[in-house]
């Protein structure tokens, strides 16, 4: 599996970016993409994730400002993150766990994108 992110970039507080996550390869049955950010002296976090039945998890920080959506024939994902805070600075990868664990990332990592914010 692999995956292919884009988006991302330098943005003022208050603004939008949206993050796309494509998968190729072979993907058998349920699983769950998402996104983990890793800002600078910090420890990579979750974001946000999905499952291929639809049900999203947020992390409480960016619950009301961030959606996850995916389209399951494209095997895609996307973050669209609104109301950007200079703390949303982080670099964004993307992740892909077969099942439907949502607690933890699985072994396929997209490569990370920048998101600067500044304020």
Not at 33 to 45: D, I, S, T, V
Not at 100 to 113: A, E, H, L, Y
């Amino acid at each position: 599996v692999q995956l292919q992110a884009s988006g991302g970039g330098l943005v003022q507080a208050g603004g939008s970016l949206r993050l796309s996550c494509a998968a190729s390869g072979i993907i058998f049955g349920s699983n769950v993409m998402g996104w983990y950010r890793q800002a600078p002296g910090k420890q990579r976090e979750l974001v946000a994730v999905i499952t291929s039945a639809g049900t999203a998890n947020y992390a409480d920080s960016v619950k009301g400002r961030f959606t996850i959506s995916r389209d399951n024939a494209e095997n895609t994902v996307y973050l669209q993150m609104n109301s950007l805070k200079p703390e949303d600075t982080a670099v964004y990868s993307c992740n892909l766990r077969p099942g439907v664990v949502v607690t933890m990332p699985g072994p396929f990592w997209g490569q990370g994108t920048q998101v600067t914010v500044s304020s």
